[in-house]
């Protein structure tokens, strides 16, 4: 016979309450300890607390304390699959977390006073021609 992993942990938890209980049928506290200590995704936060159920721990994956995929340079993109962690805040990124250069003068655009300069185009730190003085 097979049992799910959550119909396992509610099992286990209603065991280890009435284990716990023997000499006392009426005291509660024991069965709530055991649920909430239930973490079916196996990513140490809770059932009861994890806002990201299904993450499971694994070593390319750090959660934080509700259980979900971290974000350190907060992005929008879990740290497992950013290529380029510590994006500028509020900067637009693409599909792999890195900040995104439109006019591809290769100044991010979160910092292109100039925006639309020409593809391969001589430009300054702030993405303006070489030539002009706007940085």
């Known amino acids: 016979m097979r049992f799910s992993v959550a119909y ?6 209603v065991a280890l309450a009435l284990t716990a209980c023997r000499g006392n049928p009426t005291a509660e506290a024991p069965l709530s300890t055991a649920v909430a ?29 509700q259980g979900c995929p971290r974000d350190t340079d907060s ?10 962690p510590g994006t500028a805040q509020r900067a637009e990124i693409d599909a792999v ?34 030539s002009t003085s706007r940085d």
Do not use: Q, W
């Open 37 to 65: 200590s239930v973490d079916s995704d196996s990513d140490g936060v809770g059932d009861t607390r994890d806002h990201c159920p299904g993450t499971a721990r694994r070593e390319a994956i750090v959660v934080d304390a």
């Open 75 to 84: 992005d929008g993109l879990a740290d497992y699959r950013d290529k380029c």
């Open 97 to 130: 977390g890195c900040e995104v250069d439109a006019d591809a003068d290769g100044v991010f655009d979160s910092r292109d006073r100039c925006p639309g300069t020409g593809r391969g185009d001589k430009v300054n730190v702030s993405g303006c021609p070489a």
């Open 8 to 13: 396992a942990a509610c099992a286990m938890a």
